[in-house]
């Protein structure tokens, strides 16, 4: 990634794929325990967009969903449910589709709400993501969740 962002960096700094670079080190980052370097990283991706490109909102509320959950990791959860929140509108739009892709999401918005102590609007956010075709199986990596799997109401099935 290091290498790539040098590359990007010094052909067009402000290109999509410069901000790709830049997220998807972030997100591996978070999921490693490197949780500064994945912050300063999604800031400059975040950095690099326009939120007035309608062509850029998609992939900003994508970036902004990965950052909220990386801020529900460092238990800054009102950071997280509002940058999740703002990130899900500039992502969504005005859209209506349910696609895999958004469930996705619904599931960051749950872990992250699962891990600030809401159960009844995790379980909101699952029943969400279940309605795009997320599965248990999706659920299982976000360890977060694993006290919900036991109430009546958790909203997810298995697929196998």
Sequence with gaps: FQTVIAVFDSLDPKSIYNVHAYG??????RDTGRLALAETLY????????????????????????????RSLQNRHADAEAMIATGFRFWRGESD???????????????????????????????????????????APYRELASLRLRSDYPLKRTT
């Design 97 to 139: 589709d349910k696609d895999r892709d958004l469930g996705t999401m619904y599931l960051m918005w749950a872990a992250a709400r699962a891990r600030a102590v809401e159960p009844d609007s995790a379980i909101e956010k699952l029943r969400q993501a279940g309605s795009c075709g997320i599965s248990e199986e999706d659920a």
């Design 24 to 29: 998807s080190y972030a997100n591996l980052c």
């Design 43 to 70: 800031t400059q991706a975040e950095a690099i967009m326009d939120s007035t490109d309608g062509g850029m909102r998609q992939t900003l509320g994508a970036y902004m969903v990965d950052h909220g959950y990386l």
